[in-house]
């Protein structure tokens, strides 16, 4: 709606996993570099934590678009809060272990269908990498049995698959008192909040991917814009996002600073009842 009036190509501030987008943070930067050598040398385990809001996904979608195409399949597992037995039916469908026509089989006939799977994969040079998102919800101890279990999986004396938990600060206590499962881990990751600097480098970066040619926030835009979103990219994208459409509709050469904070007002405020 607004792209015309600030004259860019896209919207630059949409959510999702568009990897023109990628910002490279300190922070984003040094787990990507950590994932990719965990998975790259074929351990079974590594970890990647995060509050709500950092970027964990769209990361996890930069680190699967670097890797080098033997390492496939590549299975992301969005909402792993199910029982023991359909978790293993799920990834053993997604790995394509089994065909997805087959009716739902046992425990055990999954776990073999996945073992032979994982032999044959490894025997062609491939290796399997499965991502758990949002990993916290793996509440049960019964579904975290299964996880470990699944790291046991060894082609020729080597992990026959690199396994990636994704969540968020919640899953930690939860490794804590699963210490079989946390030890399996060699590789974690905790994401942090952009700082100032890179809060005004993410939206520059943004912007200019959107196909700005010029600044569409003043200065001290950007630094109320920190203060408000804390550094968190989801946030920092509602905001701006919303900005340029209140910027467009007033007819508004660039955002201020006031203009952020009516959008944040406006973003907290609940309506009475």
């Known amino acids: 709606m607004y792209e015309a009036y600030w004259q860019i190509d896209r919207k630059p501030f949409e959510s999702g996993a568009d990897e023109r987008f990628y910002y490279p943070g300190e922070s984003h930067q040094g787990a990507l570099l950590k994932l990719r050598y965990a998975i790259e040398s074929r351990q079974a385990g590594a970890l990647l934590a995060g509050a709500s809001g950092l970027g964990k996904t769209l990361l996890v979608q930069t680190l699967y678009r670097q890797l080098p195409p033997q390492f496939s399949p590549f299975v992301h597992m969005v909402f792993p809060k199910m029982p023991p037995d359909e978790l293993l039916a799920y990834l053993a469908s997604e790995l394509g272990a089994t065909s997805g026509h087959e009716p739902v089989q046992t425990i055990q006939a999954n776990v073999r269908a996945i073992e032979r799977f994982l032999l044959e994969n490894a025997q062609a040079g491939r290796h399997a990498v499965v991502v758990i998102d949002e ?139």
């Not at 790291?151 to 490794?175: C, D, K, T, W």
């Not at 993410?202 to 926030?217: K, W």
């Not at 050469?253 to 944040?264: C, K, N």
């Open 135 to 273: 990993a916290q919800l793996l509440d049960q101890a019964a579904s975290l049995e299964v996880v470990r279990l699944l790291l046991n999986f060894e082609a020729e004396g080597r992990p026959a698959m690199s396994l990636l938990l994704v969540g968020q600060p919640a899953i930690l206590p939860v490794l804590d008192r699963h210490p079989a499962l946390e030890e399996r881990l060699s590789v974690k990751c905790l994401l942090r909040p952009l700082n100032l600097e890179e809060t005004v480098s993410y939206v520059h970066h943004r912007l200019t991917s959107a196909g700005a040619q010029r600044a569409i926030f003043d200065n001290d835009a950007l630094t109320t814009l920190y203060h408000l979103s804390h550094g968190a990219p989801r946030q920092i994208n509602r905001l701006c996002d919303l900005a340029l459409l209140v910027g467009y509709a007033d007819e508004q050469p660039s955002i201020t600073a006031a203009q952020l904070e009516a959008v944040s007002d406006e973003l907290v405020t609940v309506a009475p009842e």
